[in-house]
C-alpha cells in the first residue's frame, strides 16, 4: 500500500502543478488584454490630440485648408477670420431704393 499512497501524492502533486500553470496562464493573459486595451486607448487619445491640434493650427493661419478622409476633402477656414475680411464691393441699400 505504501506505493499506492505515493502514486495518489505524485498525482495529486502533478494536479496542482497543471491547475496552477493554468491558472497562472489565465492571469497573465487577462492582464495582457488589460494591457493592450490600455495601450490602444492611449493610442487613440493621442492621435485624437494631435488631430485637433493640428486642424486648431491651421485655422489660427486665417488661410484655407483641407482636411482629407478616404476619398472625400473638405475646405475649411476658421470663422473669426471671416468678420476681419470685409467684401470689397457690397452693395449698400438706400431706404429710397426700398421705397421704388
Known amino acids: 500500500m505504501p506505493t499506492s ?3 495518489k501524492g ?6 496542482l502543478l497543471v491547475w496552477l500553470v493554468f491558472t497562472s496562464l489565465y492571469f497573465v ?3 495582457y488584454q488589460r494591457l493592450s486595451q490600455f495601450v490602444f ?4 487619445e493621442q492621435g485624437r490630440f494631435e488631430t485637433t491640434s493640428g486642424i486648431i493650427q491651421a485655422a489660427q493661419a486665417c488661410q484655407p485648408f483641407s482636411v482629407y478622409i478616404a476619398d472625400q476633402k473638405v475646405d475649411l477656414l476658421n470663422v473669426n477670420c471671416l468678420s ?6 457690397e452693395p449698400v441699400l438706400s431706404e429710397e431704393a426700398d421705397d421704388q
Open 41 to 44: 486607448q492611449q493610442g487613440v
Open 29 to 31: 493573459w487577462g492582464e
Open 10 to 15: 505524485s498525482a495529486l502533486k502533478i494536479i
Open 5 to 7: 499512497s505515493k502514486k
Open 84 to 89: 476681419a475680411v470685409q467684401p470689397a464691393s
